[in-house]
């Protein structure tokens, strides 16, 4: 059974960092593509990044590119989530998720496991 398990949010001053974490378990995922999203009150969940776990190809939304970073340990098998020069406009719950490599698309229907979020908060 796919677990992803979030941890790592909390409130921050703008211009702050937070790093959040992944814990994923129940498979190999040499194959799999693990994303972070996020979704603030009213808004639909949206893509912010993403990270083969083969090759550690990544990819992010333009919002995010130049301040978060994500990456991944074989090791610990966790997937991180760097976020600096946090701004407000960050505030949202932060969720990860994993889809086969075989599926395309920063959509939200593509990804198959979700965990189960961590609140990020951003103040002004």
């Known amino acids: 059974q796919v677990q992803l398990v979030e941890s790592g949010g909390g409130l921050v001053q703008a211009g702050g960092s937070l790093r959040l974490s992944c814990a994923a378990s129940?498979?190999?995922?040499?194959?799999?593509?693990i994303g972070w999203f996020r979704q603030a009150p009213g808004k639909e969940r949206e893509f912010v990044a993403g990270?083969?776990?083969?090759?550690?190809?990544?990819t992010y939304t333009d919002s995010v590119s130049g301040r978060f970073t994500i990456s991944r340990s074989f090791v610990r098998n966790m997937v991180y989530l760097q976020m600096n020069s946090l701004k407000p406009e960050d505030t949202a719950g932060y969720y990860c998720?994993?889809?086969?490599?075989?599926?395309?698309?920063?959509?939200?229907?593509?990804?198959?496991?979700w965990g189960q979020g961590t609140q990020v908060t951003v103040s002004s």
């Open positions: 998720a994993a889809r086969p490599l075989t599926t395309t698309g920063r959509g939200t229907t593509n990804y198959d496991y």
């Open positions: 990270i083969n776990w083969s090759d550690s190809r990544t």
């Open positions: 129940g498979r190999t995922f040499s194959n799999w593509r």
